[in-house]
């Protein structure tokens, strides 16, 4: 980092050197999960690159929905298991403000839970187990489109899911996948 001397009250730092401030600051996040730990762990993570990023947490789908209801989240980053995370999916990604929705999951890391995810409207699917990347992928959500941000989740989680289910884990509905891959390569 260089700095630049103007006089020893004020100084400059050269902007250069520095780490690109995060999209995160100044936006509202709402984090819902059944494991405090897991939510504890999240906050660490997005406040250690963005400081001025509010997050409210709720570890039940009442006080989520609630919290939903009565203020504007600019990104919701949802569990699936314990929480009713497709319900309130459905909740942020209706009306005429949809919120850019996360799915983080562990116990629910399924072809299944992937479709439905998609099919309800959330913009990207995390295993937990992916905590310590969440800053630039939740970055990414919030910066690009729907199509880009899908192909990386799908290089994320292609692996896991072809060592777990084999390399054909998408065969139960060709016609679904084959439509998905259409619709994110229209859409850079």
């Keep these: 980092m260089e700095i630049l001397y103007g006089d020893l009250a004020s100084f400059k730092i050269k902007r250069s050197n520095i780490v690109k401030e995060s999209i995160l600051n100044n936006k509202r996040i709402l ?3 059944d494991e405090p730990d897991v939510l504890e762990v999240l906050t660490e993570e997005i406040l250690s690159d963005a400081p001025r990023c509010q997050i409210d947490t709720a570890t039940s789908y009442e006080k989520a929905s609630e919290l939903l209801i009565s ?3 600019d990104l919701v980053i949802l569990d699936i298991m314990g929480v009713r995370g497709f319900d309130l999916l459905r909740l942020a ?5 949809p919120v850019p929705t996360v799915m983080l999951t562990a116990h629910a890391l399924s072809p299944e839970s992937f479709k439905q995810s998609i ?3 959330a913009r990207a699917y ?10 630039p992928f939740l970055e990414d959500v919030l910066t690009y489109e729907y199509g880009h941000v899908w192909r990386r989740v799908l290089r994320l989680i292609e692996g896991v899911f072809v060592k777990q289910w084999g390399a054909y884990w ?3 509905d060709p016609a679904f996948w084959e439509k998905f891959e259409q619709k994110i390569a229209d859409k850079k």
């Design 31 to 33: 984090a819902v999960d």
């Design 71 to 73: 203020w504007t989240y």
């Design 93 to 97: 990604s209706s009306g005429p403000y």
């Design 119 to 121: 099919e309800i409207g």
């Design 126 to 135: 995390l295993p937990k187990e992916r905590l310590g990347s969440v800053v």
């Design 170 to 172: 998408r065969t139960s």
